[in-house]
């Protein structure tokens, strides 16, 4: 579980209902169903307008790859590339077979598969390209459906301002009742500004960042089985890959070696 999503969301909803309270307000009066069906039904139904069954599925999977921890570790699989780039070395490229077909990552394992199959560099390096935009794409997907309910949800909330509104205007005769009908109708308004601003979009941000870091450690692994396929020193190798980590981690590595050394 990612944590960090769950405590933003949190430390929000808490900031914006801890200001209202401070400044005297009633947590009930925060609490409008009325308002929550306008502007979260709204939002749901547009969404659901806005996009195929096929995407509105996947909808689920989003959620569970927002979050979940997910945190590739790179590290260990620079280090399981160079066990291959070193055992490749030693008894070729046919005895990473096992490998290919046990490790834990299914792109490593499908990219150490090609090698062993004898596939050529470019066929192999398209193969996982492709592999690569058809990750990048699916992310998108998942973010464009948060990023749409970011859209809709202060719409919404101006609907249901309006509705309110109108129905206050209908109860003019009933002055004394007007402040307090006034300020359920703005509710709506809120759900739908804070929703879309603490939930939504963030949730889309936090979707393409994620992908970003998974394209990087794909674009890493891609380095890395085309690597071993053209039989390069496992110390080049570790060379290599280590520019795709994080500056700090990578000069840690680095001084653990030296070290140890």
Do not use: C
């Amino acid at each position: 579980m990612d944590l960090t999503t769950i405590i933003g969301i949190i430390a929000g909803l808490a900031a914006l209902i801890g200001g209202f309270l401070w400044e005297g307000g009633d947590a009930s009066g925060l609490v409008q169903g009325a308002a929550a069906l306008i502007v979260f039904g709204g939002t749901a139904a547009a969404v659901v307008i806005s996009f195929p069954l096929a995407r509105l599925k996947k909808i689920p999977r989003a959620i569970a790859f927002t979050f979940s921890s997910g945190g590739t570790d790179n590290e260990q699989l620079i280090e399981d590339i160079v066990n291959m780039s070193t055992h490749a070395r030693r008894a070729g490229v046919l005895a990473l077979e096992p490998q290919a077909s046990s490790h834990d990552n299914p792109f490593l394992r499908e990219g150490i598969q090609q090698v062993v199959d004898g596939t050529d560099r470019e066929v192999i390096q398209q193969i996982l390209e492709l592999e690569m935009t058809k990750t990048e794409l699916e992310h998108e997907q998942y973010a464009k459906v948060f990023d749409s309910a970011g859209g809709y949800a202060p719409t919404m909330g101006i609907i249901g301002t309006v509705m309110g509104l109108i129905q206050v205007l209908g109860s003019l005769s009933e002055p004394t009742g007007l402040g307090g009908s006034i300020a359920v109708a703005f509710t709506a308004t809120l759900y739908g500004v804070a929703s879309a601003n603490l939930i939504f979009l963030p949730i889309a941000s936090k979707i393409r960042s994620r992908s970003e870091l998974d394209i990087q450690t794909m674009e890493m692994l891609l380095e890395g089985v085309l690597s071993i396929q053209n039989g390069e020193n496992p110390q080049l190798v570790r060379k290599k890959l280590e520019t795709f980590l994080p500056e700090s981690n990578g000069n840690l590595i680095r001084e653990a070696r030296t070290g140890e050394e």
